[in-house]
C-alpha cells in the first residue's frame, strides 16, 4: 500500500480553508462510558456463564425441561434483550459500526428473537410446576413475561408511531421506561434464583459473586438505555 505523502505547505504558511481534521484527545465523559459498557458486557457474559453452568450441572437430574428454561430465558434475556438495548447505545463497540436505521433494524430483530426464546423458556417452566406464584422467582419471572409480551405490542406502536397521531416523543418515552420496566423483572427473578436454596446448595462460593454481577450488569444496561433518551431528547 503506497502512504501519500503530507500535503505540503503553501508559500504564506496558511493552509487553504477548510474542515479541519483534528485529534482530539477523547472526553473524560467518553472514556468512562466506553470502559463501563465493556465492563457490562463482561459482567452479562459471566452471569450467562454461571446459569448456563447450572443448567448443565442439572441436566442429568432434573430432565430437559428445567434446563432448556433456564437456558432459553438466559440466552432470550440475558445475551439477546440486553444486547438490543445496548446495540443502540454510541458506546457499543460492535454496533457503532451500523447507521441509525440499521441499528433500529437490529434492535428489533433481537428483540422479537429474544422475547420469543424468553417467552418459550418461561412457559415451558410454567407447564412444568405443579403450583404457580410459590416463590419470589416464579412470581418475578411470571411478570418478567406478561410484560415482555406488552412490550412487543409497544414496540409495534412505536414502529408506527408516525401513524397513529400521538407525538412520537411520548410513544418514544413511553417504550424506553416500559421496555426498562421488561428488562428490571428478569433480572431481579434471575437474583432469587441465584439466591435460592437450589442454586446455593449447589455453587455456594460462587451464589454471592453470581447475584453482585447481576445486579452491576443490569445497571450498567439501563445506564446506556437512560442515556440514550437523554441524548434523543436533549
Ligand atoms: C432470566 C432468567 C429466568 C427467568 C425469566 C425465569 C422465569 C421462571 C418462571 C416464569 C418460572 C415459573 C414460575 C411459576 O410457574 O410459578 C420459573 C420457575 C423456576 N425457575 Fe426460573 N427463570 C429464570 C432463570 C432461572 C435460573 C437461572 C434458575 C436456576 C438457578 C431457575 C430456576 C427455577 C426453578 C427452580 C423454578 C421452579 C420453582 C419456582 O417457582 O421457583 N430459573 N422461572
Redesign the pocket.
Known sequence: MVIPPPPRMPENGNYAPGPAIVNEPPSSFLIVMNITNIITQLLLGAVTCC?II?ANFYLPFNGTAFST??YL??IG??VLMTQAILSLSPFTGWSNTFKHQDKKTIHLVMQIIGSIL?ITG?MI??FN?AA????A??SL??L??IFTCLSLIGGVANLYSHRLGVDPKFIIIGHACFGCITIIL?FL??IF??D?N??RGTFPQTANMAITFTVLALVGTLMAACLNMVRRFK
Open positions: 446459569a447450572t428454561h433456564i430465558c438466559v434475556y440475558v424468553a418461561s417452566r410454567i410446576v404457580h406464584f410459590q416463590s422467582h416464579g419471572g411470571i418478567a413475561l428478569p427473578a434471575l434464583a441465584f435460592s437450589l442454586y
